[in-house]
């Protein structure tokens, strides 16, 4: 049975690849007198309830830009915080995944997470490794330019070792490096909390993807605000 839309979009005009930036836990919380740490706690359980509504509306990826490099030079306790947090939904949530059909994967450099972190991400990937319903993509420890680096290094060691001519150095070949698993580049970018910039995410895979701002902090936004956004791209030409 197809998923039920609100009577309002077009179901033939939904992005099939939908792009977040999480912005504004911090503020929320302060908002309400909370520490920071209990907007990062609200914060994933909008992101919980986004990954159902794209299930339940038949929307087929979603990518969250949960922790960028520059991340790290938040304060220590915050930044612990976070990484328990990120292993405890882990562990948590895989279950339920493989109930939903969510394929779980991520970006960025995990080598730097802690070992108890790795674990629950490599165990996640594979659990949920042949789940077809919602592709999810955490980026974390992510940036745009190091992963554009990255690319180029490999690109050029492979030229220099004789595995491949200059010549085939393509957008298509860059893409590949950039997504090994063929997922298309996002339709639709939503960024919350009223900041208007792209913060190093998906630079290359963004060049022409639809962009949506709003001042909703990312903890209320919820299904409502995401058909408003929804909406607004099915308004575009």
């Known amino acids: 049975m197809l998923p039920t839309l609100p009577p309002d979009l077009d179901r033939d005009r939904l992005p099939s690849h939908v792009a977040v930036i999480m912005d504004g836990n911090g503020r929320w919380a302060q908002q309400r007198g909370l520490p920071r740490v209990a907007g990062h706690r609200q914060g994933a359980k909008t992101l919980k309830e986004l990954l159902h509504c794209c299930k339940d509306w038949g929307i087929g990826s979603l990518t969250a830009y949960a922790f960028s490099t520059e991340n790290w030079c938040r304060p220590t306790e915050e930044v612990n915080f976070l990484m328990l947090l990120f292993e405890r939904l882990l562990r948590q949530e895989v279950a339920e995944m493989q ?37 999810f993509n955490l980026a974390v420890n992510y940036g745009s330019r190091a992963e554009l680096t990255q690319v180029c290094r490999q690109i050029v060691e492979k030229v220099r070792q004789g595995n491949l001519n200059s010549s085939e150095v393509t957008e298509s070949l860059i893409a590949q490096y950039l997504n090994p698993s063929n997922l298309p580049d996002p339709d639709l970018l939503i960024r919350t909390s009223g900041e208007i910039r792209l913060s190093n995410f998906l630079l290359w895979q963004l060049a022409y993807t639809e962009l949506y701002f709003t001042d909703t902090l990312w903890p209320d936004f919820d299904r409502a605000a995401f058909h408003q956004a929804l909406l607004a791209y099915q308004g575009r030409d």
């Open 99 to 135: 109930r939903e059909g969510v394929r779980i994967s991520f970006i960025g450099d995990l080598s730097a997470l802690p070992d108890t972190l790795q674990r629950e991400v490599r165990r996640a990937i594979v659990a949920t490794a042949n789940n077809q319903t919602v592709q």
